[in-house]
């Protein structure tokens, strides 16, 4: 039946830029069509049920840099992202290089949370602190994407999350 079910919807997939994820849509459909399936399976009928957890939250820095600042960004982020792995509501945390061009090379940091609390939280922590530290001194400021429930927000959201004291 699952098999059925991922043909039916594989030409639907819809991928944001190089980031490959999955759109919201893909994630609700899936949980709907479980929730039916073991509703069906129970004799109750069809009626499709929704999550009231908080959705997990994504930080994405893409970031385009000359060949020369790779590797210490590299080692920078490889520290940091060991770091935030054992962080609590940590989700995964991931690193993918690209050398895309023969001038520059392409990094994407994804950082991934069980709810927009814990991804607050992190905002405000001394390792991000580190982090942001690292993207003011590189040559070129990344391209920062928070992927939250129903909006996507770009770096303001995380000077407004580090400015204010209560993350909204």
Same mark, same amino acid.
């Given at each position: 039946?699952?098999?059925?079910?991922?043909?039916?919807?594989?030409?639907?997939?819809?991928?944001?830029?190089?980031?490959?994820?999955?759109? %919201?849509?893909?994630?609700?459909?899936?949980?709907?069509?479980?929730?039916?399936?073991?509703?069906?399976?129970?004799?109750?009928?069809? %009626?499709?049920?929704? +999550?009231?957890?908080?959705?997990?939250?994504?930080?994405?820095?893409?970031?385009?840099?000359?060949?020369? &600042?790779?590797?210490?960004?590299?080692?920078?982020?490889?520290?940091?992202?060991?770091?935030? %792995?054992?962080?609590?509501?940590?989700?995964?945390? +991931?690193?993918?290089?690209?050398?895309?061009?023969?001038?520059?090379?392409?990094?994407?940091?994804?950082?991934?949370?069980?709810?927009?609390?814990?991804?607050? %939280?992190?905002?405000?922590?001394?390792?991000?602190?580190?982090?942001? &530290?690292?993207?003011?001194?590189?040559?070129?400021?990344?391209?920062?994407?928070?992927?939250?429930?129903?909006?996507?927000?770009?770096?303001?959201?995380?000077?407004?999350?580090?400015?204010?004291?209560?993350?909204?």
């Amino acid at each position: 039946m699952l098999k059925q079910f991922i043909g039916k919807y594989s030409g639907q997939l819809q991928y944001e830029s190089r980031e490959y994820r999955f759109n %919201r849509w893909w994630y609700s459909v899936c949980y709907q069509e479980i929730q039916r399936e073991a509703i069906e399976g129970a004799g109750a009928g069809l %009626r499709l049920m929704t +999550s009231m957890k908080s959705a997990p939250v994504r930080m994405t820095l893409t970031w385009s840099v000359p060949h020369g &600042e790779c590797r210490p960004i590299l080692a920078a982020l490889q520290g940091i992202m060991l770091v935030t %792995r054992a962080e609590a509501g940590c989700i995964g945390c +991931s690193l993918q290089t690209d050398m895309h061009d023969q001038d520059e090379a392409l990094i994407q940091y994804v950082e991934e949370w069980k709810s927009e609390e814990d991804l607050t %939280r992190q905002l405000r922590s001394v390792r991000f602190g580190g982090l942001a &530290e690292l993207m003011e001194r590189a040559s070129k400021f990344p391209v920062m994407v928070f992927d939250l429930a129903g909006m996507i927000r770009g770096a303001d959201y995380a000077e407004q999350i580090r400015g204010s004291g209560t993350g909204k």
